[in-house]
């Protein structure tokens, strides 16, 4: 397609869809489905790009904008920014993102996160506690 590696690690990949004219052909070659293939073109003419910040902002409190404005007994809106195994990130405004571990997420049994949150979800939660010197917050969902 005229393409080095160079051109995909600087990002320089503009058009690239244009250049494909026969996308099941390539999709054959390169042993991955056509709607795979139009999906991972897409993606790399807009390289850079995180997905997350086409999601939903959580509606936030005027009153809170660092991390020393929070105090421990909280109730914020955030939306959750990443679900990891131990737990979801929650952006609720502050330049930080709070940790709400899996055994704050529900009252129930869950084996993983992502059966109670998804990414984009816009969540309730309650400060546990802020360490200032680590940068962490602790949330839960348990109201």
């Not at 489905?33 to 910040?53: F, M």
């Not at 529900?106 to 996160?113: A, E, Q, V």
């Amino acid at each position: 397609m005229g393409y080095t590696p160079e051109h995909i690690k600087n990002g320089n990949l503009k058009g690239v869809s244009k250049k494909i004219h026969d996308y099941k052909k390539l999709a054959a070659e390169l042993n991955v489905g056509e709607i795979t293939l139009k999906d991972i073109v897409k993606e790399l003419e807009k390289p850079a790009r995180d997905p997350r910040d086409e999601m939903p902002k959580p509606i936030l409190r005027t009153d809170v904008l660092e991390m020393k404005d929070l105090t421990p007994g909280m109730i914020l809106k955030g939306t959750v920014r990443n679900v990891i195994d131990f737990g979801a990130f929650v952006d609720i405004g502050v330049h930080q993102d709070g940790l709400v571990h899996i055994s704050q997420i529900c009252d129930r049994y869950i084996k993983h996160p992502l059966e109670a949150v998804s990414v984009g979800d816009i969540v309730e939660v309650k400060v546990l506690s802020v360490d200032l010197a680590k940068k962490r917050i602790q949330l839960t969902m348990k109201l």
